[in-house]
């Protein structure tokens, strides 16, 4: 089963923007905090921005100044508005929804991704 399902992914020129939108199901966007993930060639996946439910955000340092994480509850959805990118962004972008099952451990739930390129 498809529990979250990315778009918005392309080919920008760097200094421009970009929204990736990741839909989700009622029970995963409610009960989860989510996040987006990216992971370049060669590189390790690294989160990228997270919102819980009741709308607190974490984001990276490299992104924090240029990203926005937010979420639209009545369409149980998630985006990440992009802006000021970088080649260094290129990556493909992963939503992600986490669930804590204990104090120690987390469950996690992921999109296929999409793919954003940055050109320099």
């Known amino acids: 089963q498809v529990l979250l399902v990315e778009s918005g992914g392309g080919l920008v020129q760097a200094g421009g923007s970009l929204r990736l939108s990741c839909a989700a199901s009622?029970?995963?966007?409610?009960?989860?905090?989510m996040g987006w993930y990216r992971q370049a060639p060669g590189k390790q996946r690294e989160l990228v921005a997270a919102?819980?439910?009741?709308?607190?955000?974490n984001y990276a340092d490299s992104v924090k100044d240029r990203f926005t994480i937010s979420r639209d509850n009545a369409k149980n959805t998630v985006y990440l508005q992009m802006n000021s990118l970088k080649p260094e962004d290129t990556a493909v972008y992963y939503c992600?929804?986490?669930?804590?099952?204990?104090?120690?451990?987390?469950?996690?739930?992921w999109g296929k991704g999409t793919l954003v390129t940055v050109s320099s």
């Open positions: 992600n929804a986490k669930r804590m099952a204990t104090i120690s451990s987390a469950i996690d739930y």
């Open positions: 009622r029970s995963i966007f409610s009960n989860n905090a």
């Open positions: 919102i819980t439910s009741r709308g607190s955000t």
